[in-house]
């Protein structure tokens, strides 16, 4: 698993991937929450507070992920060296997870540098200067845990179809409906409304923004994760038949 691993942070650190998707997230955080005027913009609401971020960040990521992913196993379909890979001494899992693994860590890296956001906003004299640590650190453990989701996902749709530009648009749309297409469906029955917004991330993610790491939402995140790696280890499987 490990060389899987390192040969997906080398592809990507090898070509321009790697650093334009760490320059694309960075860039339009850093302009939507400092330059541009609007209701993320974090000097124009007077507060000392992330949650711009933190709701800004699951759109973003929504489309950056896929195009990361995108390529994990589609590019080795179209390539022919997905049977070569099958065939190496690793079990389907460990690729699985090499591959998982490889692109939540540049994702990571990507959002490493935002943690100098918190230090900016300690120094800024505000009225409201105080800092929720523990909404922010349960913020960024909800967006580790959504990456996670996402990214499984990409990884996923990768395999069912050599066109990356095809994975790119199945892991889009899938990320997108379970980030926000329950809370939608909620509001049209509210005799289960709960219930319904609870299938959704959103929810899930809006709960651990709010500091308290709750065994149900991190039992959601890991749940969808497993989920859908399990589908790419079972299309592997089809594969390789």
Known sequence: ???????????????????????????????????????????????????????????????????????????????????????????LWQIVNGKFLGA???IVIALLPTLLYIYVLSGLEMPQSHIDLGSITG?????????????????????????QIVAFILSVFLCFFFYFAFGSMAIYLPSAEDFISSLGMDSHFK?????????????????????FLSFTVFKLKSLKA
């Open 207 to 227: 709960s651990m923004s709010r500091g308290v790491l709750d065994t149900r939402d991190i039992l959601y995140f890991v749940s969808v994760t497993i989920v």
């Open 104 to 106: 939540m860590l540049l």
């Open 1 to 91: 698993m490990k060389a899987i691993l390192f040969r997906e942070i080398k592809s990507f650190f090898g070509s321009p991937i790697g650093y334009l998707v760490i320059a694309i997230f960075l860039l339009l955080n850093g302009l939507f929450l400092w330059v541009f005027e609007g209701e993320y913009n974090i000097l124009n609401s007077g507060f000392a507070d992330m949650s711009p971020f933190f709701t800004l960040s699951p759109w973003i990521l929504i489309f950056l992920i896929p195009a990361v992913t995108m390529r994990s196993f589609s590019d080795e379909k179209k390539q022919g060296t997905l049977e070569l890979l099958l065939t190496k001494p690793l079990s």
């Open 139 to 163: 913020s960024y453990f909800g967006l580790l845990f959504l990456i996670a989701a996402y990214s499984a996902i990409g990884i996923f749709t990768s395999t069912l179809s050599e066109n």
